[in-house]
């Protein structure tokens, strides 16, 4: 019987508690059942944010230049804590010497000072990849 109890109580706890989420779960039904003309398709003003998305959220891939541009020059380009400078091919030979496949691994899992992806943490590998090849290809 005292089981019983309990789990009514429970029951009820468990009640009171989806009646307290339901203003919050009817207006996300709200938001998914919103009019098409809410919904951003490419092209519109509102989806420039749609544009920019990463391959990893289904887009197009973003460029290695653009990545390189939006994460990696704020170290290559001045050289900070010992990164190879962008151009520099004093700095890249060595590294190219490693193979590119080393250099790849790298950017993505990080190597010393170098962070995972550089930072860019919405960048697919491919992405990374990219940028390393745009990278390594202006600095010979
Ligand atoms: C916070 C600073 C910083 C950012 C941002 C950064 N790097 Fe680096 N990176 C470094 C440093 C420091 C090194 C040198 C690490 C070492 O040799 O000890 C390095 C080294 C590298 C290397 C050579 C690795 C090797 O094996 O010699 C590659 C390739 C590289 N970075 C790619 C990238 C790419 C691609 C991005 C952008 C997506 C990026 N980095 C962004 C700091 C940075």
Redo the contacts with the bound molecule.
């Keep these: 019987m005292k089981m019983i109890v309990s789990l009514v109580a429970a029951l009820t706890v468990g009640a009171a508690a989806a009646m307290a989420q339901a203003p919050s779960v009817d207006k996300e039904i709200a938001e998914r059942i919103a009019p098409v003309d809410k919904t951003c398709m490419q092209g519109d003003k509102c989806a420039a944010a749609v544009a920019a998305a990463p391959a990893a959220s289904g887009g197009a891939p973003r460029s290695?230049e653009a990545?390189?541009k939006a994460?990696?020059?704020?170290?290559?380009t001045p050289g900070?804590?010992?990164?190879?400078k962008f151009g520099n091919a004093a700095d890249w030979a060595?590294?190219i010497a490693?193979g590119m496949d080393?250099?790849?691994?790298?950017?993505i899992n990080g190597?010393?000072?170098?962070?995972p992806?550089?930072?860019?943490t919405d960048?697919s590998d491919d992405?990374?990849?990219g940028?390393?090849d745009?990278?390594?290809s202006h600095s010979k």
Aim: glycine fraction near 8%.
């Design positions: 290695g990545i390189f994460h990696c020059t704020t170290c290559h900070a804590a010992g990164a190879p060595p590294r490693k080393t250099l790849y691994t790298h950017a190597f010393n000072a170098m962070p992806r550089g930072l860019c960048c992405e990374v990849k940028a390393v745009y990278m390594t």
